[in-house]
């Protein structure tokens, strides 16, 4: 947690911030860049895996010259002097759409010349560049800038600001802009041994779905998954439900998925790490208003009781799937953008090869056959996501029988609890005295 990690990308674009350069004499002028370095240590699942960093020179304009004081390098973007007024900004919190947006403007009018005194736009120093894994032997990254690019500083006169992007999302521990200030007078500068000794050193260096947020939740008005149903919760623990296989396990296990409490944090839950291929910039389908993404990760649930009946002969026997509940307690910038569930009825078939078939490309195989049972739909925060069969919206195949089930997450992510509500084919394979007993 001791860096810069941002929430997993849910809405277009990428991540990025912007970053006032200073050095240890507490100067405020403009730097010269020669090196970068990014150390992404103990983000090893969610490491951002491309960066890109831009650097610009902001000048005084008439007006800042007559107050006389630094404002000038801070006002010019959007809510600088209140987020440095308040203690600069607050772990857990992000900027809303608008937001982002006023603040990209103001970068793009000052690179454009428009609102600032400028010699120059916006100077990659830094073009896209992959970062690895924060293990010891491969957290650390560092790039010489190149001859041209230090040529196009040196023309400005150094740069005041850095802008860091994340493609398009992710945590970097550290940042370290290694350089040296510039003076009025380049020969006050050719005549320090201090600040050429300095150079030459760093040189050498959501939808259809019913949501209940758990911050709206209380004693008194309990999240469903707390409310006695009449169909028992087939996934649970509680009634033999057990997780059996999953694409990814970096931050936990989809068993703990089926446990019968709600989560206590987010360790108590299923957490991917990030794809490492997810794209540098986040796009949506016009018709889905969903990433446009093959990328997934997916866990493999076995329901317990023999799994759901089959629903047969008239529309009021009795039978399917009744009820789902999907829970993003605690996973407050870490939840899947988007879910689905596929099932299978496969009562006659090892667990192992039921395993076998979720994770091929195929989605199935000609042994076993994954139907649909959640449609894909968004996810929010903190939340439990509740769907039912009566809606006729997002559960389909809800009549027919299922002993397992694949939960999908998009593009990755983590969730609390998954439940599933039906009809149980058999009863006699709950025995939850021995169940509690075991717990």
């Given at each position: 947690?001791?860096?810069?990690?941002?929430?997993?990308?849910?809405?277009?674009?990428?991540?990025?911030?912007?970053?006032?350069?200073?050095?240890?004499?507490?100067?405020?002028?403009?730097?010269?860049?020669?090196?970068?370095?990014?150390?992404?240590?103990?983000?090893?699942?969610?490491?951002?895996?491309?960066?890109?960093?831009?650097?610009?020179?902001?000048?005084?304009?008439?007006?800042?010259?007559?107050?006389?004081?630094?404002?000038?390098?801070?006002?010019?973007?959007?809510?600088?002097?209140?987020?440095?007024?308040?203690?600069?900004?607050?772990?857990?919190?992000?900027?809303?759409?608008?937001?982002?947006?006023?603040?990209?403007?103001?970068?793009?009018?000052?690179?454009?010349?428009?609102?600032?005194?400028?010699?120059?736009?916006?100077?990659?120093?830094?073009?896209?560049?992959?970062?690895?894994?924060?293990?010891?032997?491969?957290?650390?990254?560092?790039?010489?800038?190149?001859?041209?690019?230090?040529?196009?500083?040196?023309?400005?006169?150094?740069?005041?600001?850095?802008?860091?992007?994340?493609?398009?999302?992710?945590?970097?521990?550290?940042?370290?802009?290694?350089?040296?200030?510039?003076?009025?007078?380049?020969?006050?500068?050719?005549?320090?041994?201090?600040?050429?000794?300095?150079?030459?050193?760093?040189?050498?260096?959501?939808?259809?779905?019913?949501?209940?947020?758990?911050?709206?939740?209380?004693?008194?008005?309990?999240?469903?998954?707390?409310?006695?149903?009449?169909?028992?919760?087939?996934?649970?623990?509680?009634?033999?439900?057990?997780?059996?296989?999953?694409?990814?396990?970096?931050?936990?296990?989809?068993?703990?998925?089926?446990?019968?409490?709600?989560?206590?944090?987010?360790?108590?839950?299923?957490?991917?790490?990030?794809?490492?291929?997810?794209?540098?910039?986040?796009?949506?389908?016009?018709?889905?208003?969903?990433?446009?993404?093959?990328?997934?990760?997916?866990?493999?649930?076995?329901?317990?009781?023999?799994?759901?009946?089959?629903?047969?002969?008239?529309?009021?026997?009795?039978?399917?799937?009744?009820?789902?509940?999907?829970?993003?307690?605690?996973?407050?910038?870490?939840?899947?953008?988007?879910?689905?569930?596929?099932?299978?009825?496969?009562?006659?078939?090892?667990?192992?090869?039921v395993c076998a078939s979720a994770a091929a490309d195929n989605n199935g195989s000609s042994v076993v056959e994954w139907f649909p049972l959640l449609k894909r739909t968004a996810l929010s925060a903190d939340a439990e996501h509740e769907f039912l069969r009566d809606d006729g919206k997002m559960i389909v195949n809800g009549s027919r029988g299922v002993t397992h089930v694949r939960v999908?997450?998009?593009?990755?992510?983590?969730?609390s609890r998954v439940r599933i509500y039906g009809h149980p084919l058999s009863k006699k394979d709950s025995n939850e005295e021995r169940l509690i007993s075991h717990l």
């Amino acid at each position: 947690m001791d860096g810069w990690e941002t929430r997993r990308k849910r809405t277009e674009g990428h991540d990025w911030c912007v970053v006032k350069l200073g050095c240890g004499d507490d100067s405020s002028g403009p730097m010269m860049i020669e090196s970068v370095e990014l150390d992404t240590a103990y983000f090893t699942g969610n490491q951002t895996p491309r960066v890109s960093i831009e650097a610009m020179k902001i000048t005084r304009n008439e007006q800042d010259c007559n107050i006389g004081n630094d404002d000038y390098l801070y006002n010019w973007m959007p809510g600088a002097i209140s987020r440095l007024a308040s203690g600069k900004s607050f772990q857990g919190t992000g900027q809303s759409t608008d937001a982002i947006r006023r603040a990209d403007a103001a970068c793009q009018a000052v690179a454009l010349n428009t609102t600032r005194q400028l010699s120059d736009a916006w100077i990659t120093i830094l073009p896209m560049v992959e970062l690895q894994p924060g293990y010891e032997e491969s957290r650390y990254h560092k790039f010489q800038l190149d001859t041209d690019v230090k040529r196009k500083l040196e023309d400005i006169g150094g740069v005041t600001h850095i802008r860091l992007n994340y493609y398009p999302d992710g945590g970097v521990a550290r940042m370290k802009i290694w350089g040296y200030p510039v003076h009025s007078s380049s020969s006050t500068l050719a005549n320090n041994s201090q600040q050429t000794s300095l150079r030459q050193n760093h040189a050498a260096i959501a939808a259809a779905s019913t949501i209940h947020p758990h911050n709206l939740t209380s004693s008194i008005t309990p999240p469903p998954s707390s409310k006695r149903y009449h169909q028992p919760e087939l996934s649970s623990v509680l009634h033999g439900g057990e997780g059996l296989a999953c694409s990814n396990k970096h931050y936990g296990v989809p068993s703990n998925l089926i446990r019968t409490t709600l989560g206590v944090d987010m360790g108590d839950g299923w957490e991917t790490a990030r794809h490492p291929h997810r794209p540098a910039v986040i796009t949506k389908d016009p018709v889905t208003g969903l990433q446009d993404t093959p990328l997934m990760d997916w866990a493999v649930l076995k329901l317990g009781m023999g799994g759901v009946l089959e629903k047969v002969g008239h529309s009021d026997s009795k039978g399917g799937v009744e009820r789902i509940i999907i829970d993003t307690r605690h996973f407050k910038g870490n939840f899947p953008e988007s879910v689905s569930i596929d099932a299978c009825c496969c009562s006659n078939l090892s667990d192992d090869v039921v395993c076998a078939s979720a994770a091929a490309d195929n989605n199935g195989s000609s042994v076993v056959e994954w139907f649909p049972l959640l449609k894909r739909t968004a996810l929010s925060a903190d939340a439990e996501h509740e769907f039912l069969r009566d809606d006729g919206k997002m559960i389909v195949n809800g009549s027919r029988g299922v002993t397992h089930v694949r939960v999908s997450i998009y593009p990755d992510g983590g969730l609390s609890r998954v439940r599933i509500y039906g009809h149980p084919l058999s009863k006699k394979d709950s025995n939850e005295e021995r169940l509690i007993s075991h717990l």
